[in-house]
């Protein structure tokens, strides 16, 4: 049977197991997520790492774990490289990318734009990079260096090498009271230098002092500023993302029936949620140094969430207030009672 055949049949058997309420899932994860390295360049508003980065050393993935990945790259559909931590900083990067083209995955880099030069385009083309997602907050370089330390002109640059990979191009960007102004602009020269989605995502708070720029509190101006940006990606035909301004809408969290995350140090998460902060605040399965994988996409608070999920027990505590299941700006704040600690 061939890879695409098999990624097919496991997809239809997870669906099926889900259907049937199954929280021992016998299928394995459609989706894969690995962060490569808990080294940044730098230190965005928006980021867990720059308000708790003393709880990150700044390691790399051990390249003696990436053996024990070819059994779920053979199912999987997608390879994703992002966390907390820049992925293009790691040695590792290129081999990894490598190994999901190897085994058909889609692959798919998220980086913040700042090494992406016309060599390392060249080179990511090479391994057939099939999507790549930048992080980018502002059109003019004083409000891009305001909130993520870097100016503006190096990452646009940046996007403009990206073109010349021919991979699907997307941005991310944080929306935050301060840059609303800009974000029409913004999707307007997406838009232009051909990229195909923005998505934009309310800033989860991590210090106190942040809580008073969510656009939860600034909602008619949010408003406004998405109207503008509907108006640009109409024009470019992109597709744009923009999360809901009212709170109280339950989210359905499925991250638990579809992805695994191997972070740096080798732990495994259930979700890409709080990747910095041990398990206090994240789906944790357990480390792959310890079990093996297939044993860890059945972990006991994996299960603990299906069950959840299906409505026959209680949620982990981890996912109680998580702004992935409830759209509230408290949600957004849950790890402000931490913050001292
Ligand atoms: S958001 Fe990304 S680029 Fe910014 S500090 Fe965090 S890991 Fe680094
Ligand atoms: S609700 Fe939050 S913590 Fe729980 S699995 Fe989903 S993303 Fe992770």
């Not at 496991?10 to 997520?33: C, D, F, R």
């Not at 840059?179 to 995502?201: F, H, I, M, P």
Request: some cysteine; proline content about 6%; overall charge neutral.
């Amino acid at each position: 049977m061939d890879l695409g055949t098999r990624k097919r049949h496991n997809l239809l058997e997870l669906h099926q197991a889900i259907g049937l309420g199954e929280s021992y899932l016998t299928a394995k994860p459609p989706e894969l997520q690995l962060e490569l390295t808990a080294k940044c360049n730098l230190s965005c508003r928006s980021c867990g790492r720059t308000h708790w980065g003393e709880r990150r050393k700044p390691s790399e993935l051990d390249p003696l774990l990436l053996p024990f990945l070819p059994p779920f790259l053979r199912l999987a559909r997608g390879l994703t490289l992002g966390g907390y931590g820049e992925p293009t900083l790691s040695p590792l990067l290129l081999e990894v990318l490598s190994l999901g083209h190897t085994y058909a995955c889609t692959t798919t880099l998220i980086t913040n734009g700042t090494r992406l030069d016309r060599a390392f385009a060249a080179d990511l083309a090479a391994v057939g990079l099939d999507r790549l997602v930048l992080s980018i907050d502002a059109v003019s370089d004083q409000l891009m260096h305001f909130l993520r330390g870097v100016p503006a002109a190096t990452i646009w640059q940046g996007l403009e090498h990206a073109r010349h990979i021919g991979c699907g191009l997307e941005v991310q960007t944080v929306a935050w009271a301060e840059n609303l102004s800009e974000l029409a602009e913004l999707v307007d020269r997406a838009g232009k230098l051909g990229v195909e989605k923005v998505q934009v995502l309310l800033p989860k708070i991590y210090a106190q002092s942040l809580r008073a720029s969510s656009p939860f509190l600034h909602r008619d101006r949010a408003e406004e500023a998405f109207a503008a940006a509907r108006e640009r990606a109409a024009v470019h035909d992109l597709d744009l993302r923009l999360p809901p301004l009212e709170q109280g809408s339950e989210l359905r969290c499925r991250q638990p029936f579809e992805v695994l995350v191997l972070r740096h140090d080798g732990m495994v998460h259930a979700c890409c949620s709080a990747l910095f902060d041990g398990d206090r605040r994240a789906l944790v399965a357990g480390s792959l140094r310890t079990t093996p994988l297939a044993e860890l996409w059945n972990a006991e608070p994996l299960q603990r969430y299906r069950t959840a999920f299906h409505g026959r027990g209680p949620w982990p505590d981890v996912c109680l207030g998580c702004a992935f299941r409830l759209h509230t700006l408290e949600a957004y704040c849950r790890f402000l009672d931490q913050e001292d600690h």
